[in-house]
Every structure is written in C-alpha cells, then in structure tokens.
C-alpha cells in the first residue's frame, strides 16, 4: 500500500442487490462532499452495469494511463472518476470472476488520484466473492448501505451488512432510496414500496440511519442527463447533502 493511499479515505457503497439506487446515491454523495470542501474523487466499480459515465456525464471519455497507471477522468463537477466503464466497450456485458475483478479494481484504486482526500467506491450490487475480495482487499474505513423499504431489498441488504462484517469493513449507515413517490403533476406523495422499512431494519441491526430519497422522476432524468439533483440546491439535493453531512461526521 502506497503513502499517498493510507492518507486517503476509501469509502464504499453497496447494496444487497442492483437497481436500488446505489450509483445514484454515490455520485450524488461525491457532489456533496466535495462541496463540503472535501477533494473527492470516484471509483465506479460496478463490473455489472458501470453507469457513472453516464451519471456524472463524462461517457465517451477515455483515461490515459501515465507510468503504468491509470489517470481519472474529469468531470464537470470536479469529481475525477475511473469506472469499470472506462475500461471496457459501452454495453459489453461482464463475466468476471473474483481475481480478474480484483485485478481491474486495483487498477482503478491504484491510480493518479492526486490530492484527493475522500475515494467513493461505487461497488458491484449483492455478496458475492468479487465483493468480498475487493473488500478484504482494498479495506475501506467505511460502507455506506442503500436499500429500498421493500422486504426483500431489506433482507439483501442485511446480507450485505453480514458481508462488510466478515470482511471487517464498519458500516457508516443504511441510506433508504425510493421512499415515496412525489407525483410530478400534482406533487402528492405516495408509498409504492412502502415507507420507512429501512430506518426499521437499521434499528434492528443497530447501525445508524443515514436518510431517506424519495422516489422522483427529476432523480432519475438528472442522472440520465448528467446533472445529479446534487449539483442544485431545493429540496431535490437536500437528502443527499443531509446524507453526505452525517457520513463526513
Ligand atoms: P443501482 O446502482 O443500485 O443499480 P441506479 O443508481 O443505477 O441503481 O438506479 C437505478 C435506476 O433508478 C436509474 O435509472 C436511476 O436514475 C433511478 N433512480 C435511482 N434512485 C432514484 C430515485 N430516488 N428516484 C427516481 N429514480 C431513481
């Protein structure tokens, strides 16, 4: 391990399974702790579906290596971004096994991230190997968990809380995504997967509650057009910086 690594703060986020929200959260979250002050940068390690090019809006871009490393690409909100994305064609799917994906992680964590103090790892979805051996490998001071308020979700998602145990990584907190549904014509909110399921289970599994996102079509079109509701103010960016405030805590 590299000085300039062990002075950097490695966080991850996961998830128990895909398509909970973790990628969004994570950019957002970067967003919001750089505006904290902090220089961060991201690792988009979600061998299954690297969508972070597409949600910081630097897809197409390529990375150049310099002596034999990696150099982050650049966003337009500052965030320098390496992602699994990066490194293979737009929609090849990945069949990776463990040591080929620890092996293209540690290309992405050991890279020239310069002066940057707060390294996200957006991981691969559920408790596989891959996940544990980029875990034990890398050693991350702490994860941050999303889940939906639906059961099963829930139960991925205290799977995962298992898995960061065994592999000695602390849990920061548990992040509730898609909690209610803001109607975009009348601005009503209603509960399609429930409310309020995943503040219950972190009671349960005694980690602290990080916040609640609701489920807002602006989430979803933001992060397609490469404008994270972060990079705002109102009430769209607010959990995130809420969220972002307690994890720098
Ligand atoms: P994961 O990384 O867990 O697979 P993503 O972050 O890629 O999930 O999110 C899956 C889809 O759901 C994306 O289209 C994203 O824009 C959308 N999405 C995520 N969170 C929200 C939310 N709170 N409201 C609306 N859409 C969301």
């Not at 398509?19 to 967003?31: E, F, M, P, Y």
Request: aromatic letters at 4%; one cysteine or more; glycine letters at 12%.
């Amino acid at each position: 391990m590299t000085a300039e690594r062990r002075q950097r703060r490695l966080i991850a986020v996961g998830s128990g399974k895909g398509g909970v929200g973790k990628s969004t959260l994570t950019a957002n979250l970067a967003i919001a702790l750089a505006r904290l002050g902090h220089k961060v940068g991201l690792v988009d390690a979600d061998i299954y579906g690297p969508s972070q090019p597409v949600i910081l809006g630097n897809q197409g871009k390529k990375p150049i290596a310099r002596d034999e490393k990696l150099v982050p690409v650049e966003s337009e909100f500052g965030i320098p971004v390496l992602s699994m994305g990066h490194l293979v064609e737009p929609g090849r799917a990945l069949a990776w096994r463990g040591p080929m994906a620890g092996n293209a992680l540690t290309q992405l964590i050991d890279a020239h991230w310069g002066d940057v103090d707060t390294l996200l790892v957006d991981l691969p979805p559920g408790t596989g190997d891959v996940q544990l051996t980029m875990l034990q490998r890398f050693k991350p001071m702490g994860a941050v968990l999303v889940s939906t308020p639906q059961d099963l979700a829930l139960i991925d998602a205290a799977r995962a809380g298992q898995l960061f145990d065994q592999a000695e990584v602390p849990v920061i907190g548990l992040v509730e995504n898609m909690a209610g549904y803001v109607c975009p014509h009348c601005g009503e909110l209603s509960d399609p997967f429930g409310r309020g399921g995943v503040e219950t289970a972190a009671e349960r599994l005694e980690l602290p509650f990080l916040g609640r996102i609701p489920l807002d079509l602006a989430i979803r079109e933001g992060s397609d057009r490469g404008q994270p509701p972060a990079c705002g103010t109102g009430a769209l960016a607010a959990p995130f910086h809420d969220i972002a405030a307690k994890v720098d805590a």
